[in-house]
Each structure stands twice: as C-alpha cells, then as structure tokens.
C-alpha cells in the first residue's frame, strides 16, 4: 500500500491513438495493484476510438480537442484556437481530483499530453513524462521541459538524461495461456501454425493489400496455414470486405476481424506476425517473444519505427522491410520475406529463442512504482 505523501489520484494524459491510450492503461493497472485505493483518470482526444478504449476497460476519462504540434501556419493557428479551451478543461480536471488529495499527471506524449502537463504545472501538480518512441517528437520535447520525471521506454540519445525503462505493455496484450490454449479462444485450429497479420488499432491499408496481392497471386504459400487479419477500421479497397473476399476466392483458412479485443490471446497463439513497429506493437512483440516481419509506418518523416525496433533486430527476433506503399513493389520485398518465414520453421525458432533473451517487458510496474511506491 502507498503512503499517505504519495498520489490519490493518477491523472494520464494522451490519446489519438492506441498506441497512447495503450500503456497508460499498463501502468493505471499496476498502480491498481500496488494501491486499490488510487484515483485513476484519463485525458484523452475528443474521438470516438479513444472513447471506446477506456469504455472497454470501464477507466473514467474527458476529451479535449486537442491540435497536433505542427510548423505550417494553418496548423500554428488550429493549435493557438484549441490550446486555450483544452487548457483550461484539464486545469479544471485536476484542480477537481486536488481539491479531494494529491494528484499526479503523466503525460503518455503527443499533442494531446501537452496542454494537460502545462495545466498541471499551474495546477502545482507534479507531471511524469512517459516517452514511448525511439525519437522524441516535438510535444514530447515540450513536455520535458515542465516534467518533474522524465522516462523513456525507448533507447533515446543519451542528451535528453531520461531514466530508461523497458517496453510498457498492457495485461491485456500479453498470453496467460500455453500456444494451445490461445489458438483455441482464438477460434483456430491448435494443430495448424497461425500467422497474425496486424496494423495495430488503427489497421494498416498497405499490409492488407500486401496480403490481398499475395492471397490472389500465390495462394499456395499459405497451405497448412491458418491466418488471423486484424485490418482495423478501413475503409474502400483493403478493408474487411476486400480482404475476407479475398482469402475466401484463394482457399485460404483465415479470420479477418476489425479489431481484436485481447490481444494477449492473438500473440500467445500466432507462430509469425507481420506488423507494423509501433512502440505498442513493438512492446506487444517483446513481452510474447513472438517472431515477425516489421513494416514500419512509412509516412513518418523521422522514420522512428524503424528504430522503436532496434532492441528486437539486435536480439535476432525480427526481420524488418521497408514498406513500399505499392503492393506490387511490396510483393517483391516484403512479400519474399515472408514466404522464407513461413517456410522456416528452424528460423522462427531461433527468433523467438532470441526475443526470449531480451528482459521482461517491465515499463509499466517500473513507472506505477515511481508513482505510488512498490506496495
């Protein structure tokens, strides 16, 4: 149990994503299990897929309107219209939870977290940076600069001084059951390896149509396989009509869902992934020692999923292509890459014994005890 001088209350600030939303809820659980007693609260974009996460988990949570940290000048007056209205609501919002006792807030990073921490420091409320990405962005920079505890779960240059932890990761997104017990809540059949396909919350357009391209054009590769497709909330070609049909015309023995609900029993069943290399899904990847073909987002200019992966290439666990957008170009490379996957069993094995060296993905207990103690 925490002592009195420590938190009653947790605030957790960001949202847009899953990615954000995601291992606040990690550390809200294990602060959970250090203090039952501890106030949980999240701040999230105003959106309906930040709403749905936290409804699933039943956390309390507000939403701002909240504008990216962007140099254009049309994006410099978006932000300076919304700053003020999100600043005052998440002032109000701790001001509230200090009225009943201590509160802390923990900025998740991105534009969301940024007017909460600056509310916080007039609130005197003591704000914990949580860096997830391998390069800071510019809200997160910001942020650190009125953080009391700065922590990084990704390797970062050594200049910022942030305390380094490993990867955060919800309860969740990670297997409590042996590969067999997984494959059958999942619906599959245990004697069949599962190949996972994900784009992580929000899909991926062009792993889909990878897909899509390999299931018309070499449906073969895919014998004695069973594949699980999250796509996401997509839309037009490469969304779950697209890809269902396509599976179902070439044969192949495959669920395509939305979105998958536990995670945990998805990776705990899946033999191969093929991801995206988010921080969450990198950390997802980590903490279930599960093998996989990286895609990293190509459309972020500091490329920084390419080396959110870092710690898993060096360990052997993953292989990591570039995606070309086009699936046609995508079939030659990330396509190939996949067929030597599916076909090697030998490499798996030796990708998964080397994701089982790395520590446990321990992120989420480590800042749950900076924040109200060890218990």
């Known amino acids: 149990m925490a002592d009195s001088q420590q938190a009653r209350t947790i605030i957790f600030a960001g949202g847009g994503s899953g990615g954000h939303i995601h291992p606040g809820v990690a550390i809200a659980e294990q602060a959970r299990l250090i203090d039952s007693s501890i106030g949980i609260r999240f701040i999230v ?55 009943e006792g201590d509160v802390r807030v923990v900025a998740m990073g991105g534009y969301v977290a940024a007017p909460v921490a600056q509310a916080a420091k007039a609130e005197k409320a003591p704000v ?32 910022f001084g942030w305390a380094p932890i490993t990867p955060i990761v919800r309860q969740a997104a990670v297997a409590d059951a042996d590969q067999m017990e997984c494959k059958r809540r999942m619906g599959v059949d245990p004697l069949r390896p599962m190949l996972l396909i994900t784009g992580a919350s929000q899909g991926a357009r062009s792993i889909n149509l990878l897909l899509m391209a ?41 669920r395509v869902i939305e979105t998958i609900d536990r995670m945990g029993d998805a990776w705990g069943a899946c033999d191969l992934a093929v991801s995206r290399s988010g921080a969450g899904s990198v950390g997802e990847i980590w903490a279930n020692a599960v093998p996989a073909l990286l895609m990293p987002f190509p459309y972020h200019r500091d490329q920084h999923q390419r080396l959110n992966a870092a710690p898993l290439i060096d360990c052997g666990g993953v292989a990591m292509v570039e995606d070309r957008i086009d699936p046609a170009r995508n079939l030659q490379e990330a396509g190939a890459e996949l067929i030597g996957l599916l076909c090697d069993q030998d490499r798996r094995d030796a990708m998964r014994a080397g994701l089982r060296s790395l520590p446990p993905a321990a992120g989420a207990r480590a800042v749950a005890e900076s924040l109200v103690g060890s218990g």
Request: aromatic content about 6%.
């Open 128 to 159: 914990t940076l949580v860096n997830l990405d391998a390069v800071p962005g510019m809200a997160n920079r910001w942020i650190a600069k009125r953080a009391t505890t700065c922590m990084t779960a990704a390797a970062i240059p050594t200049k």
């Open 214 to 254: 390999m299931a018309e054009q070499m449906p073969e590769v895919f014998q004695g396989w069973t594949i699980v497709h999250q796509v996401g909330p997509s839309s037009g070609d490469g969304g779950e009509p697209d890809v269902a049909g396509a599976y179902r015309l070439a044969g192949i023995d495959a």
């Open 45 to 99: 974009k105003d959106q309906a897929l930040d709403k749905a996460i936290l409804d699933a988990g039943g956390w309390e949570h507000s939403g701002i309107d909240a504008a990216p940290f962007v140099k254009s000048p049309k994006g410099l007056i978006r932000l300076a219209r919304r700053w003020g209205t999100c600043f005052r609501m998440a002032r109000t919002i701790i001001r509230e939870h200090h009225a």
